[in-house]
C-alpha cells in the first residue's frame, strides 16, 4: 500500500522560506513520477512542481526561479524548497505520485505566507 506524509508547512513572511517533505511508503518510490500540488480556498487544485524517476523537473511559470523540488531515493522522500514566498503563494500544498494509471495523493500541509 503507497502512503505519501507531508510536513513543512507553516506561517512564515512575505520573502521568507520554507521546505516541504513527503515521505512515501512502499517499494515504487524510485522509479515514479513525484510532484507538488496546491490548492487555495475557492480555487482549484493546481500544479506546482514535479521531478521524474530520473531527476527531470518542471515548474509552474508562477513558482519558477523561486521554489525547487528535489528527492532522495534511498529516504523514499521528495522535497520543495520555497523561497522568496508570496501571500499568493498561500495554499494547502499536496503532494503527489504517479507510477502507471495509478495516482496517490497526500494528506495536505497548510502553507500561510503573511504580508
Given at each position: 500500500?503507497?502512503?505519501?506524509?507531508?510536513s513543512?508547512?507553516?506561517?512564515?513572511?512575505?520573502?521568507g522560506?520554507?521546505?516541504?517533505?513527503?515521505v512515501?511508503?512502499?517499494?515504487?518510490?524510485?522509479?515514479?513520477?513525484?510532484?507538488?500540488?496546491?490548492?487555495?480556498?475557492?480555487?482549484q487544485?493546481d500544479?506546482?512542481?514535479?521531478?521524474?524517476?530520473?531527476?527531470?523537473?518542471?515548474?509552474?511559470?508562477?513558482?519558477?526561479?523561486?521554489?525547487?523540488?528535489s528527492?532522495?531515493n534511498?529516504?523514499?522522500?521528495?522535497?520543495?524548497?520555497?523561497?522568496?514566498?508570496?501571500?499568493?503563494d498561500t495554499?494547502?500544498y499536496?503532494?503527489?505520485?504517479?507510477?502507471?494509471?495509478?495516482?496517490?495523493?497526500?494528506?495536505?500541509t497548510q502553507?500561510?505566507?503573511?504580508s
Amino acid at each position: 500500500q503507497v502512503q505519501l506524509v507531508e510536513s513543512g508547512g507553516g506561517l512564515v513572511q512575505a520573502g521568507g522560506s520554507l521546505r516541504l517533505s513527503c515521505v512515501v511508503s512502499g517499494s515504487i518510490f524510485s522509479i515514479a513520477v513525484m510532484g507538488w500540488y496546491r490548492q487555495a480556498p475557492g480555487k482549484q487544485r493546481d500544479l506546482v512542481a514535479t521531478i521524474t524517476s530520473r531527476g527531470s523537473t518542471n515548474y509552474a511559470d508562477s513558482v519558477k526561479g523561486r521554489f525547487t523540488i528535489s528527492r532522495d531515493n534511498a529516504k523514499n522522500t521528495v522535497y520543495l524548497q520555497m523561497n522568496s514566498l508570496k501571500p499568493e503563494d498561500t495554499a494547502v500544498y499536496y503532494c503527489y505520485l504517479a507510477f502507471g494509471p495509478k495516482n496517490y495523493w497526500g494528506q495536505g500541509t497548510q502553507v500561510t505566507v503573511s504580508s
